[in-house]
């Protein structure tokens, strides 16, 4: 905190992003850090990662005053097949919960889901498209699963599906460098382009970031958003 307040004071930083994927794994530590914020009286936004799980609604609302306006979240799945086969360790009811706490609280969510996991099927991904679009998040992100070395999920890729190690530049969620049995690398990604069309196209969404837009630069960006989905 006193590292954020000389940000602040010293260099006229307004806007800080905790680069760490699990910011809250520890509630009190966080609980602390907005408590010296308020304390302090510093006026700052920022946003962090962690978990779905182990945030509480009173955290959350701690959060939100002590400056927090988004947090993003790996979801993964909407298929609970595929959250307990990936050793997730969540439900599809904690995620609703904790996605409609953070909202509740004035928190924004974004969701990171994958494609393309081991046993994913059309079926599944389906489940997890519809999934996203149910949630109260302010965006989404669907990348496709990648065996990268060192993991579980590289030992177990080739017994699941194809693996296209050729071109490592390929390996970058992005791509289809995994493809589960049952499907195609054209479907995979076709996939990973239906589901961000349909998650920010629908009117609903459309007319949530209108209403978010402040600036000149927001038009240009959220325009530039527009143009790559039509494209997809």
Same mark, same amino acid.
């Given at each position: 905190?006193?590292?954020?307040?000389?940000?602040?004071?010293?260099?006229?930083?307004?806007?800080?992003?905790?680069?760490?994927?699990?910011? !809250?794994?520890?509630?009190?530590?966080?609980?602390?850090? !907005?408590?010296?914020?308020?304390?302090?009286?510093?006026?700052?936004?920022?946003?962090?990662?962690?978990?779905?799980? *182990?945030?509480?609604? =009173?955290?959350?609302?701690?959060?939100?005053?002590?400056? !927090?306006?988004?947090?993003?979240?790996?979801?993964?799945?909407?298929?609970?097949?595929?959250?307990?086969?990936?050793?997730?360790?969540?439900?599809?009811?904690?995620?609703?919960?904790?996605?409609?706490?953070?909202?509740?609280? *004035?928190?924004?969510?974004?969701?990171?889901?994958?494609?393309?996991?081991?046993?994913?099927?059309?079926?599944?991904?389906?489940?997890?498209?519809?999934?996203?679009?149910?949630?109260?998040?302010?965006?989404?992100?669907? !990348?496709?699963?990648?065996?990268?070395?060192?993991?579980?999920?590289?030992?177990?890729?080739?017994?699941? *599906?194809?693996?296209?190690?050729?071109?490592?530049?390929?390996?970058?969620?992005?791509?289809?460098?995994?493809?589960?049995?049952?499907?195609?690398?054209?479907?995979?990604?076709?996939? =990973?382009?239906?589901?961000?069309?349909?998650?920010?196209?629908?009117?609903?969404?459309?007319?949530?970031?209108?209403? =978010?837009?402040?600036?000149?630069?927001?038009?240009?960006?959220?325009?530039?958003?527009?143009?790559?989905?039509?494209?997809?």
């Amino acid at each position: 905190v006193a590292e954020i307040e000389n940000l602040l004071v010293n260099h006229g930083i307004r806007e800080i992003k905790f680069l760490d994927d699990m910011f !809250c794994l520890v509630p009190k530590r966080v609980e602390r850090i !907005c408590d010296l914020i308020l304390e302090k009286h510093l006026k700052f936004s920022w946003s962090c990662s962690n978990r779905v799980t *182990g945030i509480s609604p =009173q955290l959350y609302r701690k959060m939100a005053d002590a400056g !927090c306006w988004l947090i993003s979240v790996g979801i993964e799945s909407g298929n609970q097949k595929v959250l307990d086969f990936i050793k997730k360790g969540i439900t599809l009811e904690q995620i609703r919960q904790s996605v409609t706490w953070a909202n509740d609280a *004035g928190i924004k969510v974004r969701g990171f889901f994958q494609i393309g996991h081991a046993i994913d099927t059309p079926e599944t991904i389906r489940d997890t498209v519809d999934f996203a679009k149910s949630l109260p998040l302010n965006t989404a992100e669907f !990348c496709i699963s990648t065996p990268f070395a060192g993991t579980e999920f590289a030992d177990l890729a080739k017994l699941y *599906g194809d693996v296209d190690a050729s071109d490592l530049s390929q390996y970058s969620m992005m791509f289809a460098a995994f493809v589960p049995k049952g499907m195609t690398k054209e479907e995979l990604e076709g996939w =990973q382009s239906r589901a961000h069309r349909e998650f920010f196209l629908r009117p609903s969404k459309v007319w949530d970031f209108m209403m =978010q837009i402040r600036t000149f630069d927001d038009i240009r960006r959220y325009w530039t958003g527009l143009k790559i989905l039509v494209k997809l």
